[in-house]
């Protein structure tokens, strides 16, 4: 039986990192037809409209790769076959890399209002919704809620709980919620 829950588990990320591979492909050409396109006369757009660019506002956060944590975010598809790894996977990501001292929350918080306002409306929706079960699923995390950790294990992740200050956690969570409720109203 653990044969079969361990294959089953195996197939199960190497589908997601398929599907994963496969958009991160999408995304790149969609950039580069959008990269050629921007040498016409069009207008160019707002920086509100602008996909976000890596942040750097700390040397913390000069080693984190924002971007990809919101691309990641934005590929959970809640509701989907394995969704639930996905996202305990991609919430352990998110905190190993930005619960932290030096970490800027409200640069952080506009990056994440420029990637969210650059989606159409329902990726918008999908995206913030993928935020909320992210959010939820930290709480347990700081709460050190046993029933989850099976999650991020079956995941194939490790979350660093050493390493991660639960007050900056939850300030970046509040500057993100911020941001979410800026994007709602």
Known sequence: MKLIKYCSLLLTIALCLSVTACHQSAHQSAAKSNVSSSHT????PSISQQQTLPVSTSAKVDKVDFDKLLHDLQDLHPGTAGSSLKIAATTVAWMNKLAVDSINDQELAKQFLLFARSLKQDAQK?????WQLLRDFSDQVIKKDKTIQGLWE??????KEK???SKAWQKLVRAIDAAVKELTT
């Open 41 to 44: 006369a069009a207008p160019q």
């Open 126 to 130: 999908e995206f913030i919704r993928s």
């Open 154 to 159: 079956d995941a194939g992740v490790k979350l």
């Open 163 to 165: 390493l991660i200050n």
